[in-house]
Protein backbone atom coordinates (compact mmCIF):
# COMPACT_ATOMS: atom_id res chain seq x y z
CA UNK A 1 0.00 0.00 0.00
CA UNK A 2 0.79 3.35 -0.85
CA UNK A 3 1.23 5.21 2.18
CA UNK A 4 2.54 8.73 0.90
CA UNK A 5 1.09 9.94 -2.40
CA UNK A 6 2.78 12.41 -4.44
CA UNK A 7 1.87 14.49 -7.49
CA UNK A 8 2.32 15.61 -10.16
CA UNK A 9 4.43 13.21 -11.66
CA UNK A 10 5.87 15.64 -13.81
CA UNK A 11 5.98 19.25 -13.48
CA UNK A 12 7.48 22.10 -16.30
CA UNK A 13 8.05 25.51 -15.18
CA UNK A 14 9.44 28.51 -17.02
CA UNK A 15 12.31 30.37 -14.90
CA UNK A 16 11.09 32.81 -12.21
CA UNK A 17 7.95 30.62 -11.62
CA UNK A 18 6.55 28.75 -8.52
CA UNK A 19 7.13 25.19 -8.94
CA UNK A 20 4.60 23.39 -6.29
CA UNK A 21 4.76 19.62 -5.79
CA UNK A 22 2.23 18.32 -3.22
CA UNK A 23 2.16 14.98 -0.94
CA UNK A 24 -0.65 13.08 1.12
CA UNK A 25 -0.18 10.56 3.37
CA UNK A 26 -2.47 7.99 5.41
CA UNK A 27 -0.22 6.82 8.60
CA UNK A 28 -1.61 9.53 11.43
CA UNK A 29 1.35 8.50 13.31
CA UNK A 30 4.08 10.21 10.91
CA UNK A 31 5.85 13.14 12.55
CA UNK A 32 8.80 13.83 10.47
CA UNK A 33 8.51 14.88 6.88
CA UNK A 34 11.41 15.89 4.60
CA UNK A 35 11.95 16.70 1.33
CA UNK A 36 14.95 15.10 -1.23
CA UNK A 37 16.15 16.27 -4.45
CA UNK A 38 17.76 14.09 -6.74
CA UNK A 39 19.97 14.74 -9.84
CA UNK A 40 20.39 12.36 -12.58
CA UNK A 41 23.33 9.25 -11.68
CA UNK A 42 23.05 10.63 -8.01
CA UNK A 43 22.02 9.66 -4.49
CA UNK A 44 18.73 11.75 -3.57
CA UNK A 45 20.16 14.30 -0.59
CA UNK A 46 18.22 16.27 1.73
CA UNK A 47 16.62 19.69 0.66
CA UNK A 48 14.19 20.63 3.63
CA UNK A 49 12.46 18.80 6.56
CA UNK A 50 9.60 19.73 8.79
CA UNK A 51 7.98 18.45 11.87
CA UNK A 52 3.73 18.76 12.69
CA UNK A 53 4.40 21.09 15.38
CA UNK A 54 4.56 24.13 12.26
CA UNK A 55 2.51 24.67 9.49
CA UNK A 56 5.55 26.38 7.34
CA UNK A 57 9.36 25.87 7.30
CA UNK A 58 11.18 28.49 4.44
CA UNK A 59 14.63 27.80 3.37
CA UNK A 60 15.91 30.33 0.89
CA UNK A 61 13.77 29.44 -1.59
CA UNK A 62 12.24 26.13 -0.93
CA UNK A 63 9.38 26.05 1.47
CA UNK A 64 7.29 23.25 2.99
CA UNK A 65 3.49 24.21 4.13
CA UNK A 66 1.99 21.47 6.09
CA UNK A 67 -1.43 20.59 6.94
CA UNK A 68 -2.19 18.08 9.89
CA UNK A 69 -5.85 17.84 9.34
CA UNK A 70 -5.76 17.76 5.63
CA UNK A 71 -2.36 15.21 6.25
CA UNK A 72 -1.02 16.79 3.28
CA UNK A 73 2.05 18.57 2.64
CA UNK A 74 3.97 20.33 -0.48
CA UNK A 75 7.22 22.07 -1.27
CA UNK A 76 7.13 25.24 -3.08
CA UNK A 77 10.29 26.26 -4.99
CA UNK A 78 10.29 30.06 -5.71
CA UNK A 79 12.00 31.60 -8.28
CA UNK A 80 12.37 28.33 -9.89
CA UNK A 81 15.79 28.11 -11.93
CA UNK A 82 17.19 26.05 -14.81
CA UNK A 83 19.44 24.21 -12.07
CA UNK A 84 16.31 23.47 -9.55
CA UNK A 85 15.43 20.90 -12.53
CA UNK A 86 15.63 17.33 -10.72
CA UNK A 87 13.47 14.77 -9.66
CA UNK A 88 12.25 15.79 -6.00
CA UNK A 89 10.49 13.05 -3.10
CA UNK A 90 8.87 13.87 -0.29
CA UNK A 91 8.55 11.33 2.33
CA UNK A 92 7.41 10.71 5.82
CA UNK A 93 8.63 8.71 9.08
CA UNK A 94 7.15 7.91 12.74
CA UNK A 95 8.94 8.56 15.71
CA UNK A 96 10.44 4.97 17.06
CA UNK A 97 10.71 2.96 14.05
CA UNK A 98 14.50 3.82 13.69
CA UNK A 99 13.77 6.99 11.52
CA UNK A 100 12.69 4.30 8.46
CA UNK A 101 11.34 6.31 5.49
CA UNK A 102 8.67 6.28 3.63
CA UNK A 103 8.87 7.69 0.15
CA UNK A 104 6.47 9.37 -2.25
CA UNK A 105 6.75 8.40 -6.23
CA UNK A 106 8.41 11.61 -7.24
CA UNK A 107 7.78 14.31 -9.13
CA UNK A 108 9.89 15.11 -11.65
CA UNK A 109 10.95 19.08 -12.30
CA UNK A 110 11.87 20.84 -15.25
CA UNK A 111 12.58 24.49 -15.52
CA UNK A 112 12.83 26.31 -18.72
CA UNK A 113 14.02 28.78 -19.77
CA UNK B 1 28.70 11.44 -0.97
CA UNK B 2 31.73 11.83 1.37
CA UNK B 3 31.32 9.20 4.11
CA UNK B 4 29.38 6.56 2.03
CA UNK B 5 30.61 4.21 -0.50
CA UNK B 6 28.41 1.89 -2.58
CA UNK B 7 30.18 -0.69 -5.06
CA UNK B 8 29.74 -1.69 -7.46
CA UNK B 9 28.95 1.07 -9.18
CA UNK B 10 27.18 -0.92 -11.85
CA UNK B 11 27.01 -4.43 -11.91
CA UNK B 12 25.01 -6.83 -14.82
CA UNK B 13 24.51 -10.57 -13.64
CA UNK B 14 22.42 -13.38 -14.83
CA UNK B 15 19.32 -14.58 -13.52
CA UNK B 16 20.12 -17.85 -10.72
CA UNK B 17 23.22 -15.97 -9.29
CA UNK B 18 23.48 -14.14 -6.18
CA UNK B 19 24.77 -10.94 -5.48
CA UNK B 20 26.30 -9.14 -2.96
CA UNK B 21 26.21 -5.03 -3.22
CA UNK B 22 28.13 -3.55 -0.40
CA UNK B 23 27.87 0.20 1.42
CA UNK B 24 30.80 1.46 3.48
CA UNK B 25 30.35 4.19 5.89
CA UNK B 26 33.18 6.46 7.85
CA UNK B 27 30.34 8.45 9.76
CA UNK B 28 29.95 5.49 12.33
CA UNK B 29 26.54 6.40 12.05
CA UNK B 30 23.95 4.13 14.00
CA UNK B 31 22.05 3.35 11.11
CA UNK B 32 21.96 2.07 7.33
CA UNK B 33 19.42 1.43 5.14
CA UNK B 34 18.92 -0.59 1.71
CA UNK B 35 16.48 1.25 -0.93
CA UNK B 36 15.28 0.33 -4.36
CA UNK B 37 14.61 2.72 -6.64
CA UNK B 38 12.61 1.52 -9.38
CA UNK B 39 10.20 4.30 -11.90
CA UNK B 40 6.88 5.18 -10.39
CA UNK B 41 7.68 3.16 -7.43
CA UNK B 42 9.74 6.35 -5.84
CA UNK B 43 12.50 4.50 -3.21
CA UNK B 44 11.23 1.46 -1.15
CA UNK B 45 12.70 0.25 2.33
CA UNK B 46 14.16 -3.21 1.83
CA UNK B 47 16.02 -3.92 5.03
CA UNK B 48 17.82 -1.51 7.40
CA UNK B 49 20.04 -1.81 10.45
CA UNK B 50 20.29 -0.37 13.89
CA UNK B 51 23.34 -1.72 14.88
CA UNK B 52 25.78 -4.04 14.50
CA UNK B 53 24.00 -7.47 13.99
CA UNK B 54 20.60 -5.60 14.41
CA UNK B 55 18.43 -5.73 11.26
CA UNK B 56 15.15 -6.01 10.27
CA UNK B 57 12.98 -6.31 7.09
CA UNK B 58 11.30 -3.52 4.94
CA UNK B 59 8.73 -3.22 2.87
CA UNK B 60 10.22 -5.50 -0.17
CA UNK B 61 12.63 -7.81 1.68
CA UNK B 62 11.67 -10.92 -0.55
CA UNK B 63 14.65 -12.36 -2.04
CA UNK B 64 17.25 -9.78 -0.06
CA UNK B 65 19.22 -10.74 2.85
CA UNK B 66 21.50 -8.56 4.93
CA UNK B 67 24.69 -8.95 7.02
CA UNK B 68 26.30 -6.13 9.19
CA UNK B 69 29.44 -7.39 11.40
CA UNK B 70 30.69 -4.06 11.42
CA UNK B 71 29.14 -0.48 12.12
CA UNK B 72 30.76 0.52 8.50
CA UNK B 73 29.89 -2.16 6.53
CA UNK B 74 26.31 -3.01 5.17
CA UNK B 75 26.05 -5.79 3.14
CA UNK B 76 22.89 -5.90 0.86
CA UNK B 77 22.73 -9.79 -0.53
CA UNK B 78 20.35 -10.91 -3.40
CA UNK B 79 20.35 -14.91 -2.78
CA UNK B 80 19.23 -15.76 -6.37
CA UNK B 81 18.91 -12.81 -8.80
CA UNK B 82 16.20 -12.67 -10.46
CA UNK B 83 15.20 -10.34 -13.52
CA UNK B 84 12.39 -8.04 -11.18
CA UNK B 85 15.14 -7.52 -8.96
CA UNK B 86 17.08 -5.12 -11.98
CA UNK B 87 16.89 -2.09 -10.26
CA UNK B 88 19.03 1.35 -8.88
CA UNK B 89 20.00 0.28 -5.03
CA UNK B 90 21.30 3.07 -2.65
CA UNK B 91 22.27 2.69 0.47
CA UNK B 92 21.70 5.27 3.35
CA UNK B 93 22.98 6.20 6.51
CA UNK B 94 21.29 8.21 9.56
CA UNK B 95 23.15 9.35 12.85
CA UNK B 96 19.86 9.23 14.78
CA UNK B 97 15.84 9.67 13.93
CA UNK B 98 15.28 12.56 12.60
CA UNK B 99 18.08 13.77 11.28
CA UNK B 100 18.11 12.99 8.02
CA UNK B 101 19.56 10.14 5.88
CA UNK B 102 23.16 10.80 3.70
CA UNK B 103 22.59 8.60 0.81
CA UNK B 104 25.24 7.10 -1.34
CA UNK B 105 25.95 7.55 -5.29
CA UNK B 106 23.43 4.18 -5.87
CA UNK B 107 24.42 0.79 -7.62
CA UNK B 108 22.56 -0.16 -10.91
CA UNK B 109 21.89 -3.39 -11.14
CA UNK B 110 20.95 -5.48 -14.62
CA UNK B 111 20.20 -9.22 -14.21
CA UNK B 112 19.72 -11.00 -17.68
Known amino acids: QQQVKQSPQSLIVQKGGISIINCAYENTAFDYFPWYQQFPGKGPALLIA?????SEKKEGRFTISFNKSAKQFSLHIMDSQPGDSATYFC????????????FGTGTRLQVTL | DAGITQSPRHKVTETGTPVTLRCHQTENHRYMYWYRQDPGHGLRLIHYSYGVKDTDKGEVSDGYSVSRSKTEDFLLTLESATSSQTSVYFCAISEEPFYGYTFGSGTRLTVV
Open chain 1, 50 to 54: IRPDV
Open chain 1, 91 to 102: AASSSGTASKLT
